[in-house]
């Protein structure tokens, strides 16, 4: 997988076509992404991961280079149920699943409520826990009819702070241009409020209270100057699930596969292999 990024298979899921693709050889690992983002921040960790797993990555329902549609359920219930629904058509018996940001709770929702069985779990940034979504999500969860009829030149430069918002380092060029296209132009627009405004914290709500019943080798993983998902969420995430191992990485954002990819991508190996300890200089 490089930078490049393209997803070349697709899936007839619930919701429309949802783009996916698979690398690598070993023991399979799902990677599922968050908002408002698409599988294009896992490029950097994935080629790293496929020289020990067999990676699975997809665009979630809506987003990315997934069809978008009106009347499109892009719930996270619906993630839930699309990834579900992924795993079966991959015949995936137990993988390894890791979910960051919205892509935390789909994993969430697939484990608990669609009942997949995972190997292991990696949260990173997950959301999770109550409270959540920046002050702009709320803003435009509350005023997307408003948001959604500005001028397309204002709409690109909101997208574009947007996306670039959580991040610590300098993202390389391209990388802004390429997490904000897929919002852009009159359907990705609509796409974008969307997703912003069928998501709420019941959907999180209805597996906070079932996190204790998690039963496989859970880790969480935070960038420790998180500006959406405060570090101490992560902590009290990894203290309701039983014996899971949490890890704050330092100088790292939101964004984590972006600001420290190298670490992101050596904790997971370490943790999917049952590998010892944590990363030098990573908060335990």
């Known amino acids: 997988m490089t930078a490049d990024w393209e997803l070349t298979r697709s899936f007839d899921s619930e919701q429309g076509e949802v783009r996916w693709d ?6 399979p690992v799902v990677l599922v992404h968050g908002t408002p983002f698409s599988s294009f921040v896992w490029h950097e960790v ?3 991961l496929a020289h020990r797993f067999t990676v699975y990555a997809y665009d979630l329902a809506g987003y990315g280079s997934s069809a978008q549609h009106d009347g499109q359920d892009v719930s996270l219930a619906a993630q839930g149920r699309v990834l579900a629904a992924l795993l079966d058509h991959w015949g995936l018996d137990s993988p390894h699943v890791v979910g960051h940001d919205f892509g935390g709770a789909v994993a969430l929702r697939a484990l608990l409520v669609e009942q997949r069985p995972y190997a292991r779990l990696a949260l990173l940034d997950a959301v999770a826990l109550a409270p959540w979504g920046t002050g702009f999500f709320q803003l435009a969860s509350d005023h997307a009819d408003t948001l959604n009829q500005l001028p397309d030149p204002v709409h690109e430069g909101l997208v574009r702070g947007y996306v670039g918002w959580p991040m610590q380092s300098r993202p390389a060029p391209g990388v802004v241009d390429r997490l904000a296209a897929p919002w852009l ?3 990705g627009k609509a796409a974008l409020y969307r997703q912003i405004t069928q998501n709420d914290q019941r959907w999180t709500e209805e597996v906070e209270q079932r996190l204790d019943e998690i039963a496989i080798p859970t880790l969480v993983l935070w960038g420790e100057e998180d500006q959406w998902l405060p570090a101490e969420q992560g902590r009290e995430l990894a203290a ?6 949490f890890r704050a990485i330092p100088d790292a954002d939101h964004l984590v596969q972006f600001d420290a990819p190298a670490i ?3 904790e997971l190996t370490a943790f999917l292999t049952d590998g010892a300890g944590p990363v030098a200089g990573i908060d335990g």
Request: charged share 35%; proline share 10%; no cysteine.
């Open 22 to 27: 698979v690398r690598g050889q070993g023991p």
């Open 46 to 48: 994935a080629r790293a």
């Open 185 to 187: 132009g009159e359907r």
């Open 240 to 245: 309701r699930i039983p014996d899971a191992r």
């Open 264 to 266: 992101v991508a050596v």
